[in-house]
């Protein structure tokens, strides 16, 4: 950490000593000066000025009457225009927003400079210089609407054409946070975020930033969502570019608290059913800032113009529930008792559990012992106690399962999570001289956050979870020359980055007299618990600590360069940049090991071989090692916004992306290539041990691998010119942006707009982390059918071997080209009234080589030798006559393992990470935005917009190998064809703030003073559902793993009871039926086949200041601030695993009315 500040500081000092030129995130005033008859003017002098920090930039109109001031602060300017032989030209209150290019044309009048005509600058105005589609979010906006716990990436969704699945309340810290922000159907994992210029996105956290900001430290900020200008890239979403408040003349500051508390909210939807109590909520966020100049009276910055400054620091505690849902658990009369029988009760009514059929003799002596009969039903449900696994039963006793508090045998449950963040800000800005400008930011935020259930995992209970450690940085260089009245150069260095360490909380340690085994010993930090996976059945849960304790850090180093030149009608922009990014990241495996207990083997209930201690499956990591990745990023791009007539502007862009792929530093990752496997080399598993033979064909063992390892089609970087970045670079991402901006009428109030854009994304990182635990270079042997307290043996009482293959791998396709997309949009934005401007705008987006997973090594869907017969066998644990070899099952019995039969044999799933899937979305987007319209300042955005995609998101596998891909059907990725995970057809969203009039003129002061200038603000959402996708379970089709299936669906009972327990028909659904048994295999229903709960909110808040002085000197602000405040019930998550006793519930709800109080000292 002090290594990085180090850094930042010698940069700055470096650039400031040399005058090396540096940018930041700036905007641009350009306009044509004209006479009353149309003719325009050139060499009249124009001069732009800040109130605020009294900075002046002066020009000169060209030939063709063109002035232009690129690379200007945001704020408030007054632009003053004289000629000789004119009257001189004064407008005022012009107002320059983030990433901005303001056209402001000038009319002068025949007649002497001594004569000044003043002109008012509308607050909001028509954009008529540039195509993009974006949506500019005022400093007065991010002071006066509220945000649920002050974060400001709620305030992201106001514009048009932005879907999001965030939950009501978003945390208080970046990595904490919700990211689920779709721009125009473009996925989330594709956004970029930039404050002042400089990158603050993690690539490889799931798009999310690396500090949150605080709304008292942002001026403002501008979405940019469709078609936008080449000197934006990298990314191919929406580019969300904020400002940092900055000093000015004066000094300003002040003090804040804000608080929410439970005893100010309403009842949870489910607790009030269950008559529980609301989960515990407390947050407090308290802070203040200070800016002005940096002066010394009489010494230095005498007229506070050279030097200013902006300081700020926050702290938010917050203490708040787990977001209640419904689990499943085990009922209390199953939890079992050491030395007593357990008399069970099936789990959901399922048949009674049979005892197991087994050959270890030890086992059969035990059921003789017992009088039992292995294949027949327990004598009335009684499991004796000599049977159950002594240390299941310390587990159950652990509370890791809990007991059920809730109808149903469910559980529901709102631990305590704890977070806190400081986030210290500050910002320097200095006029070295006229020509040169110098700035640097430097956020850090402080935050440690406790998560239950386990996060990153497929936890299902609160009972465990984790304490995230996160600091994170973020700095900006900057500084700018004006070469001359037409050529500035500016150039920006930046840095962010994070560390992230996570522990286990909760119930997570071994209980005393726990000796259950593993395949290492000595390698399961802080003795954790193992993880207990129960498949299948009414249960389908999973308890599990992951991989804690667990380090990443992430640094982002890039340095740009950019000339502006104006030239006659030509306002041309050039620019390169180069952007370092390191991860170092702790492998994402287990070394506590984990257990996978099956429904559809020996006793017939996965619950009953937990406590019988018959393991479908175990698996561990020997120990947990450092990847060290790396990537590389070189761009360069070209603008001409060529003015070809006052009326008419055209934006002509082009930019490249070199793109390299990520490699690891020490080559400590693989790669399987499909086509480099070798059939003459390929090992069939033993029929009875399921394991490869190490000494033969297929195995090596590269230097530095633990064993030797299979091998077969398996490459290595940087051996025998294989790329380290194990694909092939991608180099073809030339990206052409252009448009038009057409002034119809010459008004400057009726503007038609239109562009098309190409965008590429580099891919955001998990792509390639997860290989790290490929072989050769992690050992993480898998055994089947072993016993729970001791892996090491074999059901059938022979030793497991743990075989290490066949293995599961993640690769990724060889041929890896770039996710691209195009953007486009056709519209008119027309000026209603002073400061009102409306927009009605068509928006598409159509995307290709997007990222999906699929499973490459599952069994064919028809054998060449067997037909389905393998996969009728797999699927149903059979003994299937002439399937040929088997395997000896635990109970003597020959089954088929589904490694015999995959298509590259000698190894188990494979998991490749592909870039194949494709996209659109197409949309009519209205908009009306006022701005201080008699006390009144409102925006309306509506969204029409259907999105058909395969995949909506990046890369869904908690881990990469091994874990099953994305596609529903490996062998056809248009069976996932539908309407996309983010397609909400109607989206509405209004903001508004409202100055009451009542009462300020009050002839009584005691009225005028506690009565008058009230002010209310809000936000009002109403939004339908996106789609939520049927299944039914994995590999019901006996294809080995990394499938999922889908019910079948009956389009003529499709219905919507919209009801807490039935939100869907769910008799419109019926199970798949297997080809084997007559039916097609995949169930008929589309991923799109249900649409979710809609939305429907609002969020209002009353605001007033009391003056102790008049101006802007001292004054206390309060607020009031409610969330849902009509406590309309709207339901969130519905279940829909086909074979879950909750299929069709809803299982959560978004947050009842929330209140939260505030209060303000500024000065």
């Known amino acids: 950490m002090l290594r990085k500040q180090r850094l930042f500081f010698v940069v700055f000092a470096v650039l400031f000593s040399t005058g090396i030129v540096l940018a930041q995130e700036n905007a641009e005033i350009t306009g044509t000066v004209t006479d009353s008859s149309g003719a325009v003017v050139p060499g009249a002098t124009v001069t732009l000025t800040s109130p605020q920090t009294g900075a002046n930039h002066t020009g000169t109109s060209n030939t063709s009457g063109l002035f232009d001031f690129p690379g200007l602060a945001i704020g408030t300017y007054t632009l003053n225009v004289t000629a000789s032989g004119f009257e001189a030209y004064s407008r005022q209150g012009i107002v320059l927003n983030v990433g901005q290019t303001l056209r402001e044309n000038v009319n002068l009048s025949v007649g002497g400079s001594s004569q000044t005509v003043t002109v008012q600058a509308n607050a909001l105005q028509v954009q008529s210089e540039t195509n993009e589609v974006s949506t500019v979010i005022t400093g007065r906006q991010i002071e006066q609407l509220s945000t649920n716990g002050r974060n400001v990436i709620a305030l992201t969704t106001l514009g048009t054409g932005v879907s999001n699945t965030n939950p009501s309340f978003n945390g208080v810290s970046a990595q904490g946070s919700t990211f689920n922000l779709s721009f125009n159907g473009l996925r989330p994992d594709h956004n970029n975020w930039l404050i002042d210029g400089g990158e603050v996105y993690d690539r490889g956290s799931g798009g999310k930033l690396d500090v949150m900001p605080s709304p008292d430290i942002i001026a403002e900020f501008n979405v940019l969502s469709s078609n936008y200008a080449p000197d934006y890239g990298i990314s191919s979403g929406g580019t969300i570019s904020m400002a940092i408040k900055s000093g000015t003349h004066d ?34 966020i308290y802070g203040g800032d200070i800016n002005g100049p940096v002066w010394i009276p009489g010494l230095y910055n005498r007229d506070r113009k050279k030097t200013f400054f902006f300081w700020s620091e926050e702290w938010r505690k917050f203490i708040q529930g787990a977001n209640p849902a419904l689990t499943n658990t085990v009922p209390t009369n199953d939890f079992p008792t050491a030395g007593q029988n357990l008399v069970y009760t099936p789990i959901g009514g399922g048949a009674a559990p049979v005892v197991p059929t087994t050959t270890d003799p030890a086992k059969l002596a035990q ?133 992230i360490d996570i522990t286990p909380a909760g119930i997570y340690q071994q209980p005393a007299g726990w000796n259950a085994t593993g395949f290492f010993s000595g390698n399961n930090a802080l003795n954790r618990l193992p993880q207990i996976a129960f498949s299948g059945g009414a249960l389908g849960t999973t308890y599990t600590t992951n991989y804690w304790p667990w380090h990443n850090s992430f640094v982002d180093y890039q340095i740009r360069d950019d000339l502006s030149l104006n030239k006659g009608r030509h306002g041309m922009k050039f620019g390169f940049s180069y952007m370092l990014m390191q991860k170092n990241q702790q492998q994402q495996a287990d070394t506590q090991g984990d257990y996978t207990f099956s429904n559809s083997a020996f006793s017939g209930d996965a619950y009953v071989n937990f406590l019988l201690g018959f393991a479908s499956s175990f698996q561990q990591l020997q120990s947990l090692q450092t990847a060290h990745w790396i990537n590389n990023t070189y761009s360069g791009y070209a603008l001409d916004n060529w003015h070809i007539m006052p009326r008419l502007t055209l934006n002509l862009g082009i930019r490249y992306d070199a793109l390299p792929h990520t ?58 010119g294989f790329p380290r970045g194990i694909v092939q670079s ?87 080209p770039d996710p691209g997309t195009a953007q486009f949009s056709l519209g008119i934005q027309q000026e209603v009234a002073p400061s009102v401007v409306a927009a009605l705008q068509y928006v598409g987006t159509v995307g290709w080589h997007q990222n999906d997973e699929r499973a490459v090594n599952t069994l064919p869907l028809t054998d060449p030798n067997y037909g389905i017969l393998p996969r009728e066998a797999v699927a149903t644990g059979n003994d299937i006559a002439g399937v040929t070899p088997s395997a000896v099952a635990p109970d003597g019995t020959l089954r088929s393992n589904a490694n015999l039969y995959r298509q590259y044999t000698g190894f188990a799933n494979i998991t490749q990470v592909e870039n194949t899937t494709n ?24 969204t029409y917009s259907h999105e ?22 490996p062998f056809n990725p248009n069976y996932d064809r539908g309407s996309g995970g983010f397609d909400r057809r109607h989206i509405f969203n209004a903001n508004y703030i409202y100055n009451l009039p009542f009462f300020l003129n009050s002839n009584n002061a005691v ?112 607020r009031a601030e409610s969330y849902n405040t009509f406590n309309h019930t709207e339901f969130n998550n519905v279940q829909t695993g086909f074979t879950s006793s909750q299929f069709g519930q809803v299982t959560s709800t978004y947050d009842p009315r929330v209140l939260q109080f505030g209060a303000k000292f500024l000065f």
């Open 948 to 969: 058909i995609d395969i995949q909506s998101t990046d890369l869904t596998s908690v881990t990469l190998a091994g874990s099953g891909g994305q596609l529903s059907d």
């Open 1007 to 1118: 009225e005028r003073t506690l009565l008058g200038g009230w002010q209310i603000s809000g936000v009002t959402t109403a939004q339908t559902g996106v789609p939520i996708n049927p299944n039914y379970g994995n590999d019901v089709l006996g294809l080995g793993g990394g499938t999922t299936n889908r019910p079948n669906f009956n389009p003529a009972l499709k219905g919507y009871p919209k009801k807490q327990l039935q939100w869907f028909n769910t008799a419109a659904f019926s199970a798949p039926v297997a080809p084997w048994q007559g039916g097609s295999g995949f169930g008929s229903s589309g991923k799109d086949a249900v649409v979710g709960p809609g939305l429907f909110n609002w969020n209002l808040s009353l605001f007033k200041e009391f003056r102790i002085t008049s101006g802007e000197g001292p004054r206390f602000q309060f």
């Open 730 to 816: 991608f180099w073809g991402t030339v990206q052409p942006r252009v448009g038009f901006a057409y002034d119809l009428f010459g008004t400057g109030k009726t503007v038609l707009r239109s562009g098309f854009g190409m965008f590429f994304e580099r891919v955001q990182g998990n792509d390639i982390y997860g290989t790290d635990v490929n072989p050769p270079w992690a050992y993480q042997p898998q055994a089947s059918n072993v016993y729970f307290s001791n892996p090491n043996l074999s059901l059938t009482g022979a030793p497991s071997t743990a075989p290490t293959f066949p293995a599961n791998f993640g690769s990724l396709s060889f041929n890896y």
């Open 663 to 720: 490699f690891e530093k020490n080559n400590r990752t693989a790669n399987f290539v499909p086509g480099d496997f070798n059939p003459a080399n390929a090992q069939i598993p033993d029929v009875n041990t399921g394991s490869l033979n190490p000494a033969g064909p297929g195995f090596a063992q590269p230097a530095g691998a633990p064993v030797p390892f299979y091998l077969n089609g398996v490459e290595l970087p940087g051996v025998n």
């Open 367 to 499: 059921y003789a012992l017992y009088g039992l009969t292995p294949g027949q039903p327990f004598p009335n449900n009684t499991i004796p106690a000599g049977l159950l696994d002594a240390n299941a039963v310390l587990f159950m006793g652990t509370g890791a399962i809990p007991q059920p508090n809730a109808p149903n045998s469910q559980f529901i449950s709102s631990p305590k999570q704890p977070t806190d963040v400081r986030e210290d800000v500050v910002r320097i800005d200095h006029n070295i001289n006229d020509k040169y400008h110098l700035m640097g930011h430097w956020i850090h935020d402080q935050m440690s956050q406790t998560i239950f259930p386990t996060q990153w995992s497929g936890d299902s209970y609160t009972t465990v979870g984790n304490v995230f450690a996160n600091p994170s940085w973020a700095a900006v260089v900057n500084l700018s020359q004006t070469l001359s009245p037409s050529l500035l150069n500016e150039t920006a260095f930046n840095v962010n980055g994070n560390t």
């Open 251 to 284: 000094f300003h500051g002040g003090l804040w608290e804000f608080n929410r508390n439970d005893a100010y909210d309403a009842g949870y939807y489910f607790f009030k059913q269950n008559n529980q109590p609301s989960p515990e909520l407390r947050l407090n």
């Open 919 to 942: 996209f659109s979305y197409h949309s009519l987007q209205a908009a009306l935005r006022a701005e201080n319209r008699h006390g009144l300042s409102v925006q309306l955005a509506y």
